[in-house]
């Protein structure tokens, strides 16, 4: 069985920074793509960033340059710096990761970590 658990939300003012992690476990043969998404209230859940096996990386518009996703593909973890963390960042973060268990890859979710940036 293989699962992913995020950690690092919390409580931060505006400006301020969080840095999320999220670990792998279980029987992985390959991770590809890793990735963060978001779901505010009321709104539906959006893609932050995503970074491939090779390091290349894709940002939401809203937080480039703001926000850094990176990896270590030796423990299949992946990291979200938060940087100048805006009030309408407040949301559930969630961790996906497309995990190869033995020949096809498929959709793996984290139970979310909240982030909440107060005014």
């Known amino acids: 069985q293989v699962q992913l658990v995020e950690s690092g939300g919390g409580l931060v003012q505006a400006g301020g920074s969080l840095r999320l992690s999220c670990a792998t476990s279980?029987?992985?043969?390959?991770?590809?793509?890793m990735g963060w998404y978001r779901q505010a209230p009321g709104k539906q859940r959006e893609l932050v960033a995503s970074?491939?096996?090779?390091?290349?990386?894709n940002y939401a518009d809203s937080v480039k340059g703001r926000f850094t996703i990176s990896r270590d593909n030796v423990e299949n973890t992946v990291y979200l710096q938060m940087n100048s963390l805006k009030p309408e960042d407040t949301a559930v973060y969630y961790c996906?990761?497309?995990?190869?268990?033995?020949?096809?890859?498929?959709?793996?979710w984290g139970q979310g970590t909240q982030v909440t940036v107060s005014s």
């Open positions: 996906n990761a497309d995990i190869v268990r033995t020949f096809y890859g498929r959709d793996y």
């Open positions: 279980g029987s992985i043969r390959r991770v590809n793509t």
């Open positions: 970074i491939t096996s090779g390091g290349e990386t």
